[in-house]
């Protein structure tokens, strides 16, 4: 059974969240303070967090990036906080995603069911022993770790996806909505414009010069590149 750390002090909104997990099959537990759950998030006992940003003696953020410094494993945001900058703050601090407040409980669950799902999958494509060399890049997919000239680079899941994905289909054109659809899946419901805002923080890692990329380059008007 896939467990699940529901880190959330609004206490109805955290039992309505357990609630439809449970439904569906998982084992989930609450934390309403943000100091105890950043310590439960860290032992390595749970398949996924789901956390507010907003939150008593420690905030979702710092949380996520104590994640971030252990482990791999997909972090959902859920909050109130619904502007862009909120939403482009989480994910560059290392959130897989975003779920504004107020949210259907059934889209929580389709989104845990789905990250998941992609994360077991990136771990057993990761067994490969597959090393994808790019111009000074090296993507090594058994140790899931990207370098730069030699230097490794810190990624979280989703950023990693991305790089694997377009890395492993060099010079080829995607959209935002195929890129979407290849990382989140076709049946995942959420907004592509997630999509450039990790282009962007892929960029900041790996370019040289992120506003003259030379690996992810910008069609306007059609999509994005791997340059190869």
């Known amino acids: 059974m896939k467990s699940v750390l529901i880190i959330e002090d609004d206490i109805n909104i955290a039992e309505l969240e357990r609630d439809y997990l449970k439904l569906n099959g998982y084992k989930a537990d609450i934390v309403q303070d943000g100091a105890e759950g950043m310590q439960k ?15 008593p003696n420690k905030s979702g953020y710092d949380i996520i990036k104590e994640i971030r410094k252990k482990q791999e494993i997909p972090v959902i945001v859920v909050s109130a906080k619904s502007e862009d900058i909120d939403k482009i703050r ?3 601090y290392g959130a897989d995603d975003y779920l504004t407040k107020p949210f259907s409980p059934a889209e929580l669950v389709a989104r845990v069911n789905s990250h998941i799902r992609r994360y077991e999958r990136l771990k057993g494509n990761s067994l490969q022993n597959e090393v994808i060399p790019h111009k000074g890049m090296e993507i090594n997919t058994a140790a899931h770790k990207v370098f730069i000239s030699g ?14 994905f377009l890395a492993s289909n060099p010079n080829i054109v995607f959209t935002k909505e195929q890129l979407f659809d290849s990382i989140w899946g076709s ?11 990790h282009i962007q923080k892929i960029r900041k890692k790996i370019e040289k010069d992120p506003a003259n990329p030379e690996f992810i380059e910008t069609l306007w008007g ?6 190869a």
Request: net charge negative.
């Open 187 to 197: 049946d995942y419901y959420g907004d592509t414009a997630t999509v450039p805002v």
């Open 90 to 92: 989480g994910l560059d």
């Open 41 to 55: 998030a860290i032992l390595g006992i749970y398949d996924i967090v789901v956390v507010d940003l907003m939150l």
């Open 222 to 227: 059609a999509g994005y590149r791997f340059n």
């Open 151 to 164: 230097r490794e680079v810190q990624m979280t899941t989703k950023e990693y996806e991305f790089l694997v």
